[in-house]
Structure formats: structure tokens, C-alpha cells
Nanobody, 117 residues
Framework: QVNLVESGGGAVQAGDSLRLSCAASGRTSSIYKAGWFRQSPGKEREFVAQVWWDGQMTTYADSVKGRFTISRDNTKSTLYLQMNNLKPEDTAVYYC??????????WGPGTQVTVSS
């Protein structure tokens, strides 16, 4: 089992920055990939970014590419999402996720990010 807890969400204005953190505990050795998803009311959960835990290869959704940066410190078992130049469209609950190379298996409870114009 892997437990994930997000932090760092909040209410900001367009153009501001936030850094989300996700603390992982439990069997962190089972993590092959970690990532961030987000969900707005009435919409499906969408992929934001992911990183392989060891290789540090990253993937981003087109909507955040160039603005968001995913990183991880596997010594501290912590995942980060640096969000710059935030837009109102980024408003959502952001979820930390982790899993094997085949599937996402673990999810945090989410943290709210609200961007006003």
C-alpha cells in the first residue's frame, strides 16, 4: 500500500504561481511512476503530468506544457508540481497519483486550486 497526501493548493490570481507537493508513504519502493491529475466540477478527471520514479522521464498534457513542471525527490518520497502562469482554466481539484508501469493504483485525496481572473 502507498499513501499519498497533497498540499500546497490555494486561491490565486491569473499569472500567479503555486507549487503542489505530494508526500508518499508506505511501500514507496513499489512506485514506478507518479503523476498529477485534475478534475473540475462536471468534467472528467484529466491527466496533467507524470514522471518515472527512477528514470525521471516526464510527460505533460498539452494544456500545461511550458507552464508546469513535475519533479520528484525519491529520497524524501515527495512529488512536486510547479505551476507557473496559472490561468482560470487551471482551476480544479488536483490529485497526486502513483502506480506501476501498467496502471495508476494509488490516489491522494486532492487539493483545490482556484485561479481567478
Amino acid at each position: 500500500q502507498v499513501n499519498l497526501v497533497e498540499s500546497g493548493g490555494g486561491a490565486v490570481q491569473a499569472g500567479d504561481s503555486l507549487r503542489l507537493s505530494c508526500a508518499a508513504s508506505g511501500r514507496t519502493s513499489s512506485i514506478y511512476k507518479a503523476g498529477w491529475f485534475r478534475q473540475s466540477p462536471g468534467k472528467e478527471r484529466e491527466f496533467v503530468a507524470q514522471v518515472w520514479w527512477d528514470g525521471q522521464m516526464t510527460t505533460y498534457a498539452d494544456s500545461v506544457k511550458g507552464r508546469f513542471t513535475i519533479s520528484r525527490d525519491n529520497t524524501k518520497s515527495t512529488l512536486y508540481l510547479q505551476m507557473n502562469n496559472l490561468k482560470p482554466e487551471d482551476t480544479a481539484v488536483y490529485y497526486c497519483a502513483a502506480g506501476s508501469n501498467f496502471a495508476w493504483r494509488y490516489w491522494g485525496p486532492g487539493t483545490q486550486v482556484t485561479v481567478s481572473s
